[in-house]
């Protein structure tokens, strides 16, 4: 239900001018990358959400403008139009002109507000060429046109209407960032969690220039959230968890399912902020799930007498579970907001948990044997695994003292200097070897395709003599002995063949980092090499020209044969292009093997030369889902990905 209340200038408040924006934009969004344009989108939308949150708005709305401008509409208050008593100006304008100005400050405008820094209207104004904001209010339509952030006239009556709301259309600065064009995935991701974590509120996105439009509506809320983040695994019991009850000043709304997975997904928010970094909510809600588990299963007899409790660990595997709570003060620790300090916050999650997960297992007996049981499965293989692992370290495998036999490590014990090649097959790794530079490069060649880890617990890993021969070359360590710092090498890359195995190893490789060594990743030292496709070869060795990608050839090619003509070159229009541009041959390489020491080292190893992609994790949730469908036990998933993606492979060799 939408709630009518006084929302005046008295609940504006301003604390300091505008100038900074455009010049230190970075301070304010995070750069004037990709990230920063649509940092200018979240701003809106997340006043909007606020507006949700507070009870009076139930619609947010973004439309990505044909003329390269966005449109973001809710049908809240709408911003007061009043003169505002510190700034002698409408407060419309206050709240685009001023820094800081804004009812998130304690003026009484917001209980609980995400947006909380109150700078985002304003740097948003402040970073556009052009915005124009309507506002519907009191009966009446007011407008108002800004350029580079300075007002063109005084707000203005345009019309009559019988809504309310506030709508901004804003064109980003091309003079600021390095490119003005929003993503539609991207701001609908973000739309689609803002209806997840703000139940009963509708979202939507509108592309005008596709047409493309998708609108979400979740009366379920975060449960609805949990169901989205499961798709694909199979669910202990259909039946999910919720709660959301008030304590003192604290909305605690909690959701949580378990799955087959090995894995958990948690995911702690403040305010629909998401603090990837946890914080007292998160400290809370585990410290309550590990105890009910334990209380019940010993109530139940479940746990033996005799048995130790089961660990916060192996209470959580295979857990999907969303905290959302909602307060008038957060503390957060920095200014991205990733983790939440509030102290009470751990007491009052801990306190919703205890109560209310414990009547959820004693009210469905058959979900909670399985949840135990799970835990009691999770724990045996923990023990299982340590005591594979403390075999390894008995028998001095992981401790550093002895490298793999297979690894032809670099000379170099500057970890800043050093990389590791994470080969295909022996044959492309004796090439790599004798081609190599044995200084900075090492090479480890890897027989056959590497354990799905996806599928396995560490003690299979452990088993494993691949991954085992690997987490030993890299020297950090797994799980609980892991240690980023002991990182032996500053680059790590799979060089694999440019074939349909070649793909499935290297992401095998992928899989096993984003799962037991994300660190690796986060710190930018996951890389995929790009060996070269094509080989264009003339008389001598020498003049060989390596193409990566059927783009890049087709480009070369047209390049060289137009440039042969502008000399006065006769062209037969009847040889093979290859030709054409004055080559002998044109090879296609499938694998590594089929190139020599030199050759591989001039194409996919020399720094000079090489093309290497760096892996990065930039949506983990998107990830999760992706390493599910891939290398998860849901075959139709699988297939439904093969065939929505195929339209984009170019080139599959079978």
């Not at 990065?616 to 075959?635: C, I, Q, R, S, Y």
Request: charged fraction near 30%; hydrophobic fraction near 35%.
């Amino acid at each position: 239900m939408v709630k009518k209340d006084s929302y005046s200038s008295e609940q504006i408040t301003v604390l300091e001018g505008l100038e900074p924006v455009r010049k230190r934009p970075g301070m304010y969004i995070g750069g004037t990358g990709i990230e920063g344009l649509h940092h200018l989108v979240w701003e809106l939308v997340d006043n909007g959400i606020d507006e949700a949150l507070a009870g009076y708005a139930n619609e947010v709305s973004v439309v990505i403008l044909a003329d390269g401008g966005i449109k973001v509409t809710d049908n809240g208050r709408g911003i007061p139009t009043d003169i505002h008593p510190k700034t002698g100006k409408s407060t419309v304008e206050t709240v685009l002109t001023v820094l800081h100005a804004g009812g998130k400050f304690g003026g009484g405008g917001y209980k609980v507000s995400g947006g909380l820094h109150g700078v985002g209207s304003s740097v948003v104004n402040g970073l556009s060429k052009h915005l124009i904001v309507t506002v519907f209010r009191e009966g009446k339509i007011y407008q108002q046109e800004y350029k580079a952030g300075i007002p063109q006239a005084d707000l203005k009556v345009i019309g009559k209407t019988d809504k309310t709301g506030t709508e901004i259309v804003f064109y980003a600065d091309d003079s600021i960032f390095e490119s003005v064009k929003f993503n539609y995935a991207t701001i609908l991701d973000r739309l689609r969690h803002a209806a997840y974590l703000t139940k009963g509120v509708k979202t939507k996105i509108v592309n005008e220039e596709t047409g493309e439009n998708y609108g979400f509506y979740f009366e379920g809320g975060i449960q609805s959230y949990v169901k989205h983040l499961n798709v694909g695994k199979e669910p202990v019991d259909e039946d999910i968890f919720y709660v959301d009850k008030t304590v003192k000043d604290t909305q605690v709304e909690i959701s949580l399912q378990y799955t087959d997975a090995y894995t958990e997904i948690v995911r702690s928010f403040a305010n629909n902020v998401l603090n990837p970094d946890g914080g007292t909510h998160l400290t809370g809600f585990r410290s309550a799930l590990t105890r009910v588990i334990n209380d019940y299963a010993r109530k139940t007899g479940l746990l033996k007498e005799k048995e130790e409790n089961l660990s916060g660990e192996d209470t959580r595997e295979g857990l999907t579970a969303i905290i959302l709570v909602k307060l008038p003060d957060p503390q957060f620790e920095g200014q991205t907001k990733n983790k939440l300090g509030n102290p009470e916050v751990r007491g009052y999650v801990e306190q919703v948990m205890n109560e209310y997960f414990n009547y959820y297992l004693e009210e469905h007996p058959g979900v909670a044997r399985k949840i135990v049981g799970k835990a009691l499965l999770a724990a045996r293989a923990r023990k299982a695994a340590r005591a594979a692992r403390e075999n390894i370290l008995r028998k001095g495998i992981l401790d550093g003292a002895s490298l793999p036999g297979k690894l032809a490590d670099c000379s170099s014990k500057n970890p800043a200097d050093s990389e590791l090649y994470l080969v295909e097959g022996d044959s492309a790794g004796g090439s790599a070897k004798s081609g190599r530079d044995s200084k900075t490069q090492a090479i480890l060649p890897l027989r056959g395709k590497v354990l799905n880890v996806e599928r396995a617990r560490l003690d299979k890993m452990l088993a494993n003599n691949e991954l085992l021969s690997l987490i030993k070359a890299l020297g950090v360590g797994i799980e609980e002995s892991f240690d980023i710092r002991s990182l032996r090498y500053d680059r790590i890359i799979i060089m694999t063949d440019a074939d349909v195995d070649g793909s499935h190893i290297s992401t095998l490789l992928m899989t096993f980092f984003f799962r037991y060594m994300k660190e690796v990743i986060d710190g930018g030292h996951l890389y995929l090499a790009k060996p070269p496709l094509f080989e264009l070869v003339k008389s001598g060795k020498k003049n060989s020209v390596f193409i990566y990608d059927e783009a890049e050839l087709d480009v070369v090619l047209d390049d060289i044969i137009a440039k042969r003509k502008s000399e006065g070159t006769t062209i037969n229009t009847t040889d093979d292009r290859y030709r054409q541009a004055g080559f002998i041959e044109q090879k296609r390489y499938k694998g590594l093997g089929e190139m020599d020491a030199e050759q591989l080292f001039e194409t996919t190893m020399n720094p000079e030369k090489r093309v290497l992609i760096q892996v990065k994790v930039d949506d983990a949730e998107k990830a999760d889902a992706v390493f599910n469908k891939l290398m998860g036990t849901e075959v139709e998933l699988r297939k439904n990905f093969i065939q929505a993606n195929a339209k984009f492979v170019k080139d599959l060799d079978i």
